[in-house]
């Protein structure tokens, strides 16, 4: 791994990202296991903003989740029930939410 602060971090040997900094999660859509990149983050930074209505939740993790990426269009409603669904179970798991 190399880089400085102008450059980012960055894998010396191809240039990508390095392995340790990949940070995909898979969840079933539709029965089949799909990879997203910082899923954990995504709806620990969603829960944090103290939402209530559901829609409006589901667009904000789908929005953040769009950033690292890529939903098809015509599967999006599978997206964002699965996305959703995940929403619920971190929520129900208790876990505890710092506030800035």
Same mark, same amino acid.
């Given at each position: 791994?190399? !880089?400085?602060?102008?450059?980012?971090?960055?894998?010396?040997?191809?240039? !990508?990202?390095?392995?340790?900094?990949?940070?995909?999660?898979?969840?079933?859509? &539709?029965?089949?296991?799909?990879?997203?990149?910082?899923?954990?983050?995504?709806?620990?930074?969603?829960?944090?903003? !103290?939402?209530?209505? &559901?829609?409006?939740?589901? !667009? &904000?993790?789908?929005?953040?989740?769009?950033?690292?990426? $890529?939903?098809?269009?015509?599967?999006? #409603?599978? $997206?964002?029930? #699965?996305?959703?669904?995940? $929403?619920?179970?971190?929520? #129900?798991?208790?876990?505890?939410?710092?506030? &800035?």
């Amino acid at each position: 791994m190399a !880089g400085d602060g102008k450059d980012g971090i960055y894998c010396t040997i191809c240039g !990508g990202i390095p392995p340790d900094q990949i940070k995909i999660r898979k969840i079933p859509i &539709e029965g089949k296991e799909t990879g997203i990149d910082r899923l954990d983050w995504i709806l620990l930074d969603v829960a944090s903003l !103290g939402l209530t209505d &559901e829609e409006t939740i589901t !667009g &904000e993790i789908v929005k953040r989740v769009r950033k690292f990426n $890529y939903i098809p269009g015509r599967k999006e #409603a599978e $997206y964002r029930k #699965a996305l959703l669904r995940e $929403y619920r179970m971190l929520i #129900a798991s208790g876990v505890r939410l710092e506030k &800035e």
